[in-house]
């Protein structure tokens, strides 16, 4: 459904925000270690996420990945979908056809426009908070 860059993305910044949570900034190794990810591509998916103001970056000794906890709880999946994958996910034909409406609809067209808004509905109010707070507790995991 999401681009692999979408999926190590969204894992990153649950990661991230839950050790902002708790006041650690985090460096790029433990971040992909702990969403089983590239190193290399997890950092180019983190900076294109700094550059669209989802993530916030420090150098030094002392640095690391954070986000504020304000910005925590304002984040919702929707924003880092459309930062990585754009609004493609949203148009566009389920089967692939470059042309496909509800005038000239493929086979799949009208359950299909029904998931996307759903997808989107559920994606624009999920916040990384919530995220966050389930892989805190415990209730969910980033790996197995």
Do not use: W
Request: proline share 3%; charged share 30%.
């Amino acid at each position: 459904m999401f681009s692999k860059s979408c999926e190590y993305g969204i894992k990153a910044i649950i990661y991230i925000a839950t050790r902002s949570l708790e006041g650690e900034r985090v460096k790029i190794g433990e971040v992909s270690k702990g969403i089983n990810a590239p190193e290399a591509f997890t950092a180019k998916i983190l900076t294109s996420l700094i550059k669209k103001e989802i993530l916030e970056s420090r150098k030094g000794p002392y640095g690391g990945f954070i986000i504020s906890i304000k910005r925590i709880a304002e984040i919702k999946v929707s924003e880092i979908v459309s930062a990585i994958d754009g609004e493609d996910m949203y148009k566009g034909c389920g089967l692939g056809l470059e042309e496909c409406n509800s005038s000239q609809p493929c086979p799949m067209h009208d359950k299909f426009v029904k998931i996307r808004e759903e997808l989107r509905e559920m994606l624009e109010s999920t916040t990384i908070l919530e995220l966050a707070t389930g892989l805190k507790s415990g209730k969910t995991l980033l790996i197995r």
